[in-house]
């Protein structure tokens, strides 16, 4: 319910026979009264009540109970309102109705009251007297149409659209014709007449209403604050409605604050938008946030409004929605059963709130299979949807597609396929062709399409509404934090793999599509990752202090949430740690950074850039290697259903770009669809026992190779098993390996070679090598052996670069966690230590709060063994100095201007593989802190044939500063003296070199 701004007071001071004394209480009154103070004025009218009540005549009376009646509604009490709001009312007619003018007044503050209590046919009674009473009244036109709006205002809460957006256009032109188009109450009609337009259909006229009432509110000054915060949300409506969800957050945020901010006001002022933040967030794909506000919502309608009143109802119902989209069904079942009912007696059962619960409802019924009642719910839904707007609007588009989908699952696809069609005709007549909401309804006809086989059909419908999705990358990520963009990602990542399915199915019929795959993997591979890159970039080359200062702030808060993360509940508890508390406070201190980063169009690669633009940054004697994992997605389909969804089973493939070629080729990777661990369980055959090389080599590289002659370095973008994979050690037929012929190395996604390269103002490095992980006195219970090839590592590398470099060598108990986290952007970072990746001895992640991939991989430093006893007997560490640093910690580290890290440790590069984005590991930590390249291994490696490794690369490098070149000789001169390619191929690179 908005608020409903004019209340109506009146003068009341007494006649000069009566008391001076009286008459200055009256006066103060009043003028609190005029200024908006509340309380003040409150106490103060009702002292006079009190005390001179026997002093006044009824008419005297009557108007100092409406005006205290009105202060009431004002201070959020609605009992006493009503109370003496009747009292006033009952003075007047004791009276005999002496004054028709404060009579009618009092009637609509009545009316008023009623509206805020969605009590409407005692509303609209009241209303209609006091109308009645004005219209005959002569000189009290601009007073009628002030109370004709707040008519319109019950029609609207009402849902009755249409009648009441005609009583408001009849209000404003009746208050622009007499001069008072600058006024509150012209404003509220503005605000009003602005939202409706939204609803309905025509959000470019609403907004110009929206903005004009804003204007005249802020002109205005504060005391108008809650009515410029409620058309704040208006616009924020108009802004979602356009797809402009960044926009939306932003200015409902921005009301969410105004509203806080304005002294006196009660907590219900923020339930409205509470509410329509969590409905965004939701539509955002921020579950935890949605769930977060509605939470919040229900708890303040408990406390101040009660749980038969709408908003409570609406908390309900949007709990109810996430519930189901997390297959609570049941439980979704019985939430939206109590809104519905709210609704039905609060606005009857053609209102929109109850039009779409019932639209909710019958989602469950059709997920528990009570099809029919599903259907009778959805016809209902259609029938008050066009009753209430028409069938041109976008809510009636959304009903359609539900019944779509019902038939759908009913295998009935033909009468599926004419609601799909009206919709997707519908959401593109109203909202346009760049609209999500456009987009989403050609995805549900794509996905019509696919389950009947049209996939020519299918393609052109996914594809259009993946653009969509893309071009909204650049208007939603400036503002969202890092677990927004992720959420939000996970809906683009879905249609993509949908899409490269069709596509690669269609591959032999027309080719051109290779170059579709290929730009979607170019927008959207490793994009969190490249956005989290261009943040710190932005940052870095920004004069503003503000902006640096609470970059700082956050990162080191960031580092302390990471800290938090590490302990048990326990230890949260006894250092009095709310870990919901400090994530919010990370959270919005990145929406602050985020806000103020106003040019964050620059911090994202252009969503225009394509195949095209990658052909102009492939060097020569390159070629750029896109690996593409296509999921295998079916449809069954019977005559009583259809269900359809990704298999388990993949393909691959490979996109080729080579210098001075003028389109893409590709090849398929695999001889059949199978699971990715039948995949790779090929490779580790191969590579461990040497069963199967040729076959690997003929299905992973061969049809790869054949494309790339003639190229001595190839730039690969994994993807899937390929992240786990190193293709320079594969055995071509000819008895050599891929390293014999190019080397291949890794990138984060193709926008990698759009990346500035670090410029080097001091060559600093630091070394970490063969730390003490025990003190002696402690069980070495991770069993951990020592590392003396990596001292002597250390040392020949510190050797190697000190002629010309500033070196930092940190060995046995100096090589512990504070060392590195005080290792402020060093242009080499190299630690030599032992890794871990997965489940096993990883008490880090078995003791987090919180379920994060990054917590599963890591490196072990001084100290690592006693964390580990001290874990297993119950006792706290601290965790900035625990011995084990954690990928989800390295991630925090500055090394912004790092250009090399190496990671000499077992199975560095290994982590979580994620659609889309890639491992979540050590090697993506390192780059999200800020290394432009990252050398890690894939499998356990020797400490000695490491130690040589590491010797002839820094060898290299000295010489030739070029990271690529480097490694490739030193694996190259390594295989002279171990032929097994577990030993000389372990390590791998990415970064462009």
């Known amino acids: 319910m908005k608020n409903i701004l004019a209340g109506i007071f009146f003068s009341c001071l007494f006649s000069l026979s009566h008391a001076q004394y009286v008459n200055q209480l009256i006066a103060e009154a009043e003028e609190n009264l005029e200024k908006n103070h509340w309380e003040q004025a409150a106490r103060g009218f009702k002292n006079i009540l009190e005390n001179y009540i026997d002093d006044l005549t009824y008419l005297q009376r009557a108007n100092i109970y409406n005006n205290v009646g009105f202060l009431d509604l004002q201070l959020l009490d609605p009992f006493e309102a009503e109370r003496n709001l009747n009292l006033s009312i009952l003075y007047h007619e004791e009276a005999g109705i002496p004054n028709q003018k404060d009579y009618a007044d009092a009637l609509l503050n009545m009316g008023i009251l009623y509206l805020e209590q969605v009590e409407f046919d005692l509303a609209r009674r009241y209303i209609q007297k006091s109308l009645d009473i004005l219209d005959e009244l002569p000189g009290q036109k601009i007073e009628y149409w002030i109370a004709r709006s707040k008519l319109a205002f019950l029609y609207e809460e009402a849902g009755s659209y249409t009648l009441a957006l005609s009583i408001y256009n009849n209000c404003y032109d ?180 109850y039009a779409n619960t019932l639209n909710n409802l019958a989602r469950v019924e059709r997920k528990l299979g009570n099809n029919e009642k599903a259907e009778e719910y959805y016809m209902e839904v259609l029938r008050i949807d066009e009753k209430i707007y028409g069938k041109d609007h976008p809510d009636y588009a959304t009903t359609l597609i539900n019944v779509g989908v019902l038939y759908s699952s009913l295998g009935r696809e033909h009468e599926a396929e004419k609601y799909y069609q009206e919709a997707v005709l519908i959401r593109q007549r109203v909202l346009g062709a760049k609209h999500p909401a456009y987009g989403s309804a050609l995805e549900y006809m794509g996905m019509h399409c696919l389950a009947i086989n049209k996939f020519k059909e299918a393609e052109k419908l996914f594809r259009e509404a993946i653009e969509i999705q893309i071009g909204l990358i650049g208007t939603l990520f400036p503002i969202m934090t890092e677990q927004e963009r992720q959420a939000f990602f996970q809906n683009i990542t879905s249609n993509i793999d949908r899409y490269n399915y069709i596509a690669f199915t269609q591959l032999e019929e027309n080719p051109d599509l290779i170059k579709r795959i290929f730009d979607f993997q170019i927008k959207t591979k490793a994009i969190l990752f490249n956005t989290s890159d261009k943040v710190r970039e932005k940052v870095l080359e920004s004069t503003d202090p503000e902006l640096k200062s609470k970059y700082r702030t956050w990162q080191s808060d960031k580092r302390l949430l990471a800290s938090y993360y590490q302990m048990g509940v326990q230890e949260l508890e006894q250092l009095n740690v709310n870990l919901q508390y400090e994530e919010s406070q990370v959270e919005r201190q990145e929406k602050e950074l985020m806000i103020l980063l106003e040019n964050f169009a620059g911090l994202l690669q252009k969503v225009d850039e394509d195949w095209q633009t990658v052909q102009n940054f492939v060097k020569p004697d390159h070629a750029i290697v896109e690996i593409v994992k296509v999921k295998e997605f079916k449809s069954l389909t019977s005559d009583e259903s259809t269900l359809f969804g990704f298999t388990d089973y993949t393909k691959y493939l490979a996109i080729i770009f080579k210098n001075g070629e003028t389109e893409p080729e590709y090849v398929v990777l695999g001889d059949d669809f199978r699971t990715d661990e039948q995949h790779y369980t090929r490779y580790k055959n191969a590579m461990l026992f040497n069963i199967g090389a040729q076959e690997t080599y003929n299905i992973f590289w061969k049809p790869i190779d054949e494309k790339v002659v003639g190229v001595n370095n190839v730039l690969m973008v994994p993807d899937g098993i390929y992240y786990k994979m190193n293709p320079n050690v594969l055995a071509t037929t000819t008895g050599k390996h891929v390293i014999d012929n190019y080397y291949v190395s890794y990138l984060t996604s193709a926008k990698d070679l759009f990346r500035k390269d670090v410029e080097i103002f001091n060559k600093k490095s630091y ?204 694996q190259l001169k390594l295989r002279e003296k171990y032929s097994d390619p577990k030993v000389w191929g372990a390590f791998i690179l990415t970064g462009n070199g």
């Open 174 to 353: 009746q208050l622009v014709a007499s001069g008072n188009d600058l006024s509150p109450d012209f404003a509220e009609i503005c605000s009003h007449k602005g939202r409706i337009l939204i609803l309905t259909g025509d959000p470019i006229e609403g907004e110009k209403f929206i903005n004009l009432s804003n204007t005249i509110y802020q002109s205005l000054g504060r005391n108008y604050d809650v009515q410029r915060a409620e058309s704040m949300e208006s616009l924020a409506l108009f802004y979602e409605r356009m797809g402009r969800y960044g926009d939306a957050e932003k200015t409902l945020l921005d009301a969410l604050e105004l509203k806080k901010s304005i002294p006196d006001e009660a907590e219900i002022l923020i339930i409205s938008t509470l509410n329509d933040l969590g409905i965004l967030y939701n539509r955002l794909g921020n579950i935890s946030k949605a769930r977060e506000m509605f939470i919040e919502v229900v708890k303040e309608s408990e406390e101040n409004i009660g749980t038969d009143h709408p908003f409570y109802a609406t908390a309900k119902n949007n709990l109810g929605t996430l519930a189901l989209t997390e297959g609570n069904v049941v439980e979704a079942r019985d939430m939206f059963v109590d809104a519905l009912e709210t609704y039905r007696k609060k606005f009857g059962s053609n209102h929109p709130y």
């Open 767 to 970: 070394l970490f090598g063969n730390p003490a992980f025990s003190n002696g006195d402690t069980d070495n219970r991770l069993n951990l052996a020592p590392l003396p090839g990596a001292a002597a590592e250390i040392q020949k590398i510190e050797g190697l670069l000190q002629a010309e470099w500033n070196v930092r060598s940190y060995l046995d108990e100096d090589a512990n966690e504070l060392k590195i986290r005080s290792a402020y952007n060093p242009t080499i970072l190299h630690i030599a230590t032992h890794g871990f990746y997965g489940d096993r001895f990883n008490f880090i992640a078995a003791n987090s709060p919180i379920n994060n991939s990054l917590f599963k991989s890591g490196i072990y430093l001084t100290g690592a063994s006693e964390t580990f006893s001290r874990f297993l007997d119950g006792i706290a560490t601290i965790p900035e100095n625990d011995g084990i640093l954690t990928a989800y910690e390295a991630m925090n580290l500055d090394l912004s201007r790092t250009k090399l890290v190496v990671l000499s440790a077992c199975e560095s590069g290994l982590g979580e593989i994620t659609n889309g984005e890639g491992v979540y590991g050590l090697q993506r930590a390192f780059m999200v802190a800020g290394a432009r390249n990252i050398i890690t291994s894939l499998s356990k490696v020797d400490d000695a044939a490491t130690s040589e490794l590491m010797t002839l690369f820094y060898q290299k490098l000295v010489e030739t500063n070029e990271v690529r070149e480097s490694l490739k000789y030193a």
